[in-house]
């Protein structure tokens, strides 16, 4: 059932804030601002390493997880796509876990993964949507993500909802291997509590602009998409939902990257969406998107108020949210590039919640 919305992508969309509510108080005690002592299942404390293999948008969300296990864990991170992953003959040793990332639990590369990593004797982890599934049942410690079935074959709810269960878990291994002290942790549980509340109001804040946004943005045929950090993934998953939704060909890069190669491409009939949090790494972007705006590039511009305040710069548009804290950021600038995918393919007429060539669950190699 759609409810009042014209497509199960926009329901689950709008559903995020009610979901990720209920997936963190699995993971945290409200009452203490702290990390559920019961929901480790992973050692991380001796932890020389942590793999992670997914596909797609829960790849993406991995890749986010490794940002943050690095940061605030110091826990070494290998990650890959399980179809490459499975094959790579990676050396492993048992003194490192793998967590394995799908909304299904049923892909098969992430699958074939998973055995090829409890054949080395590795313990496994698996955060997955489907608790019944194949990739549940073959885990040893399940981290379940509680976002309700999603319909939608793009992925929105699971993504947000995988990366709030890997926040919660890169928070309980930054505890355990004395990274974060006790105050940090109540800081960091107090912001991402606070989330589901700023979710509803960006959701609510950015519809009108971002609508408007998409009706420009469906004239084009090629978009870029530039992060650095934690907006490296969301640039690719951003590039991943408009390309799989409205069949317009985008590209995600390491905004750094930009000067290796992709400089090349711009020009004015290829916009590049820039997502920039005022976080450590914002002056870089500025300057790289200074490099576009030079080469008569159209910019779209997704940051936070500081961001908005501090760049001079003249855009196609600026969509902006509210400042909030590092650890909730990829949460947040979630929404408006799942918006803008979503609503470009409206106003292209495709079939937002059954692309051509997709299916919802990838079984086969
Ligand atoms: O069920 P899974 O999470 O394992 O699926 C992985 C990918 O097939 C999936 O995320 C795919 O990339 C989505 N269509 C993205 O929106």
Known sequence: DKGNHRHFMEKEIYEQPEVISHALSHYVDLASYSIRP???????????????????TAYLSGLVGKYWFERYARLPVEIDV???FRYRELPLSKDQAA??????????????????????????????????????????????????????VASTKAFTCQLAVLASLSIAAGRA?????????????RHLSEMPRIMSRVLNSIHDPIEQLSRELSKFRHVLYLGRGTSYPLALEGALKLKEI?????????????KHGPIALIDETMPVIVIAPHDRFFEKTVSNMQEVAARGGK????????????SKLETMATIVLPDVAE?????????????????????????????RNLAKSVTVE
């Open 38 to 56: 019961d929901i480790a299942g992973i050692d991380f404390e001796h932890l020389k390493g942590l793999a992670i293999s997914a596909c797609g």
């Open 82 to 84: 399980a179809s490459e």
């Open 99 to 152: 967590l394995f990332i799908s909304q299904s639990g049923e892909t098969a590369d992430t699958l074939a993964s998973l055995r090829y990593c409890k054949d080395e004797g590795l313990s496994i982890g698996a955060v997955v949507n489907v608790s019944e599934s194949t990739i549940a049942r073959e885990a040893d410690a399940v981290f379940p993500i509680l976002a309700g079935p999603e319909i939608g």
């Open 177 to 189: 291997r004395g990274r974060i002290t006790a105050e940090e942790e109540r800081e960091m549980v």
């Open 246 to 258: 409205s069949y317009i060909h985008a590209e995600g890069y390491a905004a750094g990257e930009l």
């Open 299 to 310: 910019i779209i511009f997704i940051t936070d108020e500081k961001g908005a305040a501090a």
């Open 327 to 355: 650890i909730i950021a990829p949460m947040v600038f979630s929404l408006p590039i799942q918006l803008l995918a979503y609503h470009t393919a409206v106003f292209m007429g495709t079939d937002v919640d059954q692309p």
